[in-house]
């Protein structure tokens, strides 16, 4: 009977490295089983200039926190927070069985002023495959719902609404997990903005949900459209953000800026998102940059 050497050690270099990735990854796991940090509460949004407004971005989970708790009150209090004149919302209807809707619409517009565009086919639906799109009452909006290619059902809307500080067109987008979905989806909402007439301002909001940077990135495929989109500031998971997931893009260039992760301790249990906030600058800079 033969005996059998046991197995040799390691080179010490490669030892190294190892004892150092499971460091790394042991602090991470203490990151997160950390219970919450109590976080600044906000001073509220800042007074807007004439001519701009604010818009945020927020994938809701469906209403289900970190906590594992369904409270569309407190995502209702976590929109409030935002102070934004636009909000798009996805996660907003049931995915499966009968698409109603999953927030207190009548809660949310005595909370925050806003409330849904009709785009979904039911009476008591919120959005369009999860998406939807918050506005003050009475704006006056025209409504595409995009069914968008891809390995899972997937959607996007495109709204232009006439506002007070101006013609915009707001795209409220979900993508897919697959990088290859999520390519074909950008393509297709390129492709349906090149149908419409005229040059209107123009933002994507939404969860993108794309982590890569550099060429790896799916959403390269819009940068002929709306510029680079390697960075962003990172808003998954909500208790500690480190992938920019979810996205505020415009043009013309200089149409959007100050986009910044919403993080209070409301938001941090809220959802596995943090929303996305930016001040949008309508009227004269923007048409400039149009016209060159």
Not at 60 to 86: M, N, Q, S, W, Y
Not at 125 to 151: D, F, Y
Not at 205 to 219: A, F, I, K, V, Y
Not at 224 to 243: D, E, I, K, M, Q
Request: aromatic share 4%; hydrophobic share 45%; net charge positive.
């Amino acid at each position: 009977m033969t005996e059998t050497s046991p197995p040799a050690d390691p080179p010490p270099r490669l030892k190294d490295r190892l004892r150092r990735t499971g460091a790394a990854v042991q602090g991470l796991l203490v990151e997160l089983r950390r219970p919450i940090a109590p976080a600044p509460v906000p001073a509220g949004p800042p007074r807007a200039e004439a001519g701009t407004l604010r818009v945020a971005s927020y994938n809701i989970h469906k209403c289900v926190g970190t906590d594992r708790r369904f409270d569309p009150a407190r995502t209702a209090a976590v929109i409030a927070e935002l102070g934004a004149d636009v909000v798009a919302v996805q996660e907003a209807d049931r995915r499966f069985g009968r698409r109603t809707g999953l927030l207190d619409a009548a809660a949310l517009e005595r909370e925050t002023g806003l409330a849904p565009l009709p785009v979904s086919d039911l009476p008591d639906g919120h959005g369009w495959h999860g998406n939807a799109l918050l506005v003050r009452p009475g704006t006056p909006a025209r409504i595409r719902r995009l069914a968008l290619p891809g390995a899972e059902p997937r959607g996007a809307l495109v709204a232009e609404l006439d506002l007070p500080a101006g013609r915009l067109r707001v795209v409220a987008a979900h993508l897919g997990l697959l990088r290859r979905s999520r390519r074909q989806q950008a393509v297709a909402i390129l492709r349906a903005l090149a149908e419409d007439e005229g040059e209107v301002p123009t933002l994507l909001l939404g969860d993108l949900n794309e982590w890569r940077p550099g060429t790896r990135s799916s959403l390269r495929a819009f940068e002929p459209y709306f510029g680079p989109v390697n960075h962003g500031p990172p808003s998954f998971p909500a208790r500690l953000p480190v992938l920019a997931l979810d996205r505020i893009l415009g043009w013309p260039r200089g149409l959007v800026g100050n986009v910044v992760a919403h993080d209070s301790l409301l938001a941090r249990v809220a959802s596995d998102h943090l929303p996305l906030t930016a001040c949008v600058r309508l009227g004269l800079p923007a048409a400039v940059e149009a016209a060159a």
